[in-house]
């Protein structure tokens, strides 16, 4: 079974700076890998996803992902923090063989500082 | 495209009472799930359909809980009776796996707080 797992339930950073949220997945197949937003009172909003087209993938708002096979991972980036970044960030795994299920991590919320 | 549509948006109500909340899927989609998260637990798979049919309900919590389809459009979660623990943010989402790698949408969400 897929899993994922997301260092750091918390992530601050100084308005500008770097963000860097961490995922690493779990998977006996090549997997489809997500990252969601969730921003205060709303619904996840899909940011990107990879798909094996590509390995750095580019999402909305100025975030992008690379999925690395050797280390098992799928980090989301973003060069600048905005203070419209604060939110919650989930990672997502489905194996794409027919099921359908996403596999969600537990969450990073990023504070931004201004 | 409207996206997923869920009503209410915000249910309170007493201990013991029935709870039904409603959700319209994306137009065409064949997938859909229902959701519930705290800040305990996290966001947790409850149940999902596939063309209307429940494919997996492990997820929910006991037989207190129930989930039907009747059409593509509009899917119910009910609860009954309703307890203080159920109290969370109940989301829906819908996917379409014909040409797409299992994305889902998620709705705004339904607020329920059980007193």
């Known amino acids: 079974a897929q899993s994922v797992t997301q260092l750091g339930s918390h992530v601050s950073v100084s308005e500008g700076a770097l963000v860097l949220l961490r995922c690493n997945y779990s998977?006996?197949?090549?997997?489809?890998l997500f990252w969601y937003v969730q921003y205060p009172n709303q619904g996840l909003q899909l940011l990107l996803k990879y798909t094996s087209a590509a390995t750095l993938v580019k999402g909305i708002n100025g975030f992008e992902a690379e999925f690395k096979k050797s280390e098992t991972s799928f980090h989301l980036t973003k060069p600048s923090a905005h203070m419209s970044d604060a939110a919650e960030y989930f990672c997502a795994v489905s194996d794409g063989g027919g099921n359908e299920k996403l596999t969600f991590g537990t969450g990073t919320r990023l504070t931004i500082i201004p | 495209d409207a996206g997923v549509i869920q009503s209410p948006r915000h249910e309170v109500t007493e201990m013991g009472q029935e709870v039904t909340l409603r959700c319209k899927p994306i137009?065409?989609?064949?997938?859909l799930f229902w959701y519930r998260q705290t800040m305990m637990r996290g966001l947790e798979l409850l149940i999902y359909?596939?063309?209307?049919?429940?494919?997996?309900d492990s997820g929910m919590p006991e037989d207190r809980f129930s989930a039907k389809m009747p059409n593509a459009s509009f899917s119910t979660l009910k609860i009954q009776p309703s307890e203080p623990r159920d109290s969370a943010v109940y989301f829906c989402?819908?996917?379409?796996?014909?040409?797409?790698?299992?994305?889902?949408?998620f709705g705004p969400g339904t607020r329920l707080t059980v007193t």
């Open positions: 998977s006996s197949v090549p997997p489809y």
């Open positions: 137009s065409g989609h064949d997938y």
């Open positions: 989402a819908s996917s379409l796996t014909s040409g797409t790698f299992y994305e889902q949408y």
């Open positions: 359909f596939n063309n209307n049919v429940p494919i997996d």
